[in-house]
């Protein structure tokens, strides 16, 4: 069984321009979970999906960050425009279903480098 | 509300030796509690998890954690390290009663020497 998918692996960008993030969840997975992890910190949840419906985007920055999950499988995580704080690594992760008993598998992570 | 504290940022031993990681968690529900693994440039991977059933919990690679709610404890052991096990590792809860909202410690370095 093929794990969480994420491209690209490594991005560097100037700040002030847009970047964006794909992942691919396991097959039959429905919740969709997009973390953020600074260095030397754990991950921290910026955005939930059930589905297509996002249900908790409390912690995702509005103000610069967007995300979508179209047809309920595959999702994009946008920051425009990037900030230099905005240097870290950008997890995806899925799960079958929503309980709180529920294992998240984690992709590889999206690390972002912005000069 | 929920939160974990991981008692150690670094912890090393010697190959062969016994492995402790410390977690301490608090929680206003009923917990649930994982320790995930992260190697250099890898993904997370899940170790083990408890979801109160046993609370004497085994996962992979020879670990395995106890539940101790009277302490709010549950930390992570192994009989003896190997050099592969060196790697950072998380504590994380949840709540078992709701939608999967995972709160992650700040996480232990695993150092192994030979």
Excluded at chain 1, 107 to 115: A, E, F, I, M, N
Excluded at chain 2, 10 to 15: D, G, K, N, Q
Aim: charged share 20%; hydrophobic share 35%.
């Amino acid at each position: 069984e093929a794990g969480v998918v994420q491209s690209p692996r490594y991005k560097i960008i100037e700040k002030k321009q847009p970047v964006a993030f794909w992942c691919n969840p396991i097959s039959g997975h429905n919740t969709l979970y997009w973390y953020l992890q600074n260095l030397g910190q754990g991950p921290e949840l910026l955005i939930r999906y059930e589905n297509e419906e996002a249900v908790d985007d409390s912690q995702l920055p509005k103000d610069r960050f967007s995300a979508e999950r179209l047809k309920g499988v595959d999702s994009t995580l946008k920051i425009q425009p990037a900030e230099l704080g905005d240097s870290a690594v950008y997890l995806c992760a899925s799960s079958p279903g929503t309980g709180g008993f529920e294992t998240q598998y984690f992709g590889p992570g999206t690390r972002l480098l912005v000069l | 509300a929920q939160s974990v504290t991981q008692l150690d940022s670094h912890v090393s031993v010697s190959e062969g030796t016994p492995v402790l990681l410390r977690c301490n968690y608090s929680s206003s529900y009923s917990p649930s509690l994982f320790w995930y693994v992260q190697h250099p440039n890898k993904g997370l991977q899940l170790l083990l998890k408890y979801t109160s059933a046993a609370t004497l919990v085994k996962g992979i690679n020879g670990f395995e954690a106890e539940f101790k709610k009277s302490e709010t404890s549950f930390h992570l052991t192994k009989p003896s390290a190997h050099m592969s096990d060196a790697a950072e590792y998380f504590c994380v809860v949840s709540n078992t009663g709701t939608a999967s909202k995972l709160t992650f410690g700040t996480g232990t370095r695993l150092q192994v020497t030979l």
